[in-house]
């Protein structure tokens, strides 16, 4: 049985540092997501919304933000866990990190293995908090969804519009982005079909948990899978 990888966004722009931590966060079993600036941090919070992220203070971008800035940003929509990574080493600089929303500062240079030790107690920190955060469970083998003890008896349709959406939690996704995973043939499918199925599978889901909308319209955009709180 497989559940979703947690998602690292690890925000580096030394290509050399940033492979070694990926290796070692992949070795782990986490999904790493790279940026080398800064520039589409705030975009790619929003849009994958990852279990944690790991940020460069230095890092280049377009507007002049530092780490100490993105990280305020992100703090004013997401509660995400974010560790900086900085060589500035001084307790100052610390202290500043974590009064910009930081919740834990590692010092460059570093130890992958405890870099990521810490990213495993960040991570469960906020699950303890969340814990509904993985109440679906995707079990590949039988090809079916879970919620507890209990089996979401979907089609094969559904089950392929599920599984995309919460393989990544708040992303939005279009109709032609849900058609693409969802048929396996290269017939014509109206974008109104989606909906067809949306409406169906949200009717088994609430079978399971009765009066809570995880599968959200996003007016004018697509579908996105929120998780309970």
Same mark, same amino acid.
């Given at each position: ?14 290509? /050399? ?12 079993? *986490? ?52 560790? /900086? ?29 405890? /870099? ?19 109440? #679906? ?9 879970? *919620? ?16 995309? /959406? ?23 499918? #109206? ?27 996003? *007016?004018?955009?697509?579908?996105? *899978?929120?998780?309970?709180?």
């Amino acid at each position: 049985m497989t559940e979703r990888k947690s998602v690292v966004l690890l925000v580096e722009d030394e290509e /050399m540092i940033a492979q070694v931590q990926q290796a070692y966060l992949q070795n782990a079993g *986490y999904t790493v997501l790279w940026r080398d600036r800064g520039d589409a941090v705030i975009d790619v919070v929003k849009e994958y919304n990852p279990d944690i992220v790991l940020l460069d203070i230095m890092i280049p971008d377009v507007q002049g933000r530092d780490g100490i800035a993105l990280c305020r940003e992100i703090r004013e929509f997401s509660d995400v866990p974010v560790m /900086m990574i900085s060589a500035k080493v001084e307790e100052f600089d610390r202290i500043i990190g974590f009064e910009n929303g930081a919740d834990d500062y590692m010092c460059k240079p570093f130890s992958p293995k405890e /870099m990521v030790m810490r990213v495993q107690a960040l991570i469960r920190r906020r699950q303890r908090h969340n814990p509904a955060s993985a109440i #679906f469970v995707y079990d590949e083998a039988a090809q079916i969804i879970r *919620y507890g003890d209990k089996k979401i008896d979907l089609t094969p349709t559904e089950l392929r519009l599920f599984v995309t /959406m919460l393989e990544q939690p708040e992303r939005v996704f279009s109709r032609d982005q849900l058609i693409t995973n969802a048929y396996n043939d290269n017939l014509d499918v #109206f974008d109104r079909a989606i909906d067809s199925h949306i409406k169906n599978l949200r009717k088994k889901i609430s079978v399971v948990l009765p009066e809570v909308d995880v599968v959200q319209s996003v *007016y004018g955009l697509g579908y996105r *899978y929120s998780p309970p709180v």
